[in-house]
C-alpha cells in the first residue's frame, strides 16, 4: 500500500509557474507508476500526466503539453508536477495517484489504486 499528499498549489496569475509536490508513504514507491489528474468544479476528473516507475517514460494530456512537467525522485519517494505558462483553465484540484501494479493503461482514473486529498491551484487572469 502507498499513502499521498500532494502540496505546492496556490493562487497565481496566468503566464506564472507552480511546481506541486506529491510525497509516498512505504518502501515501494520505485514500483509504482505515477499520475496526475486534476478535476475543476462541475467537471470529471482528468488526465494530467503519468510518470512510469523508473521515470523513463512520460505521458501527457495534450491540454499541458509543452508546458506541464512530470517527474520522480525515488531516493526521495516523490514525485513532481512542474506547471508553466500557467492559464486560467488549469484552475482545478490536482492528485497525484500510485497505478494499481496490475493495470497497464495511463490516462484513466479506473487504472490508480491510490490517491492524495489533492492540492488546490487557481489560475487568475
Known amino acids: 500500500q502507498v499513502q499521498l499528499v500532494e502540496s505546492g498549489g496556490g493562487l497565481v496569475q496566468a503566464g506564472g509557474s507552480l511546481r506541486l509536490s506529491c510525497a509516498a508513504s512505504g518502501r515501494t514507491f520505485s514500483s509504482y507508476a505515477m499520475g496526475w489528474f486534476r478535476q475543476a468544479p462541475g467537471k470529471e476528473r482528468e488526465f494530467v500526466a503519468h510518470i512510469s516507475a523508473s521515470g523513463s517514460s512520460t505521458y501527457y494530456a495534450d491540454s499541458v503539453k509543452g508546458r506541464f512537467a512530470i517527474s520522480r525522485d525515488n531516493a526521495k519517494n516523490t514525485v513532481y508536477l512542474q506547471m508553466n505558462s500557467l492559464k486560467p483553465e488549469d484552475t482545478a484540484v490536482y492528485y497525484c495517484?500510485?497505478?494499481?501494479?496490475?493495470?497497464?493503461?495511463?490516462?484513466?482514473?479506473?487504472?490508480?489504486?491510490?490517491w492524495g486529498q489533492g492540492t488546490q491551484v487557481t489560475v487568475s487572469s
Open positions: 495517484a500510485a497505478r494499481s501494479r496490475l493495470r497497464r493503461g495511463v490516462s484513466g482514473p479506473d487504472e490508480y489504486g491510490y
